[in-house]
């Protein structure tokens, strides 16, 4: 399994980032992919997350303005971030495992995004 993360940068208020995620190495099919984020000082929390049946999850704080979808065939998992905010500041990392209700064993290598003025 390899994931590989792209998409990060550094964005106004306001902004539109899109981080996507992909396994270029594993034949298996992952049920569940999603992004988590950590800022500095802070401990690493979901961001977003969606199974291969397309159910998602969400943190409240991302909430109508991320939304989450994924190629399942192609283990690959997107996350579009719009009216993007200084708090969303963090490392984000991509994430994927075989079980629908928790977190997966894999993760990707991170992506900074950056929200400042």
């Known amino acids: 399994v390899q994931l590989q993360a792209s998409g990060g940068g550094l964005v106004q208020p306001g902004g539109s980032l899109r981080l996507s995620c992909a396994d270029s190495a594993s034949i298996f099919s992952f049920n569940r992919m999603g992004w988590y984020r950590q800022a500095p000082g802070k401990q690493r929390e979901l961001v977003a997350a969606?199974?291969?049946?397309?159910?998602?999850n969400y943190a409240d704080s991302v909430k109508g303005r991320f939304t989450i979808s994924r190629d399942a065939a192609k283990n690959t998992v997107h996350l579009q971030m719009n009216s993007l905010k200084p708090e969303d500041t963090a490392i984000y990392y991509c994430n994927a495992g075989f079980y629908s209700d928790r977190v997966g064993d894999y993760w990707g290598q991170g992506t900074q995004v950056t929200v400042s003025s």
């Open positions: 969606i199974t291969r049946l397309g159910n998602t």
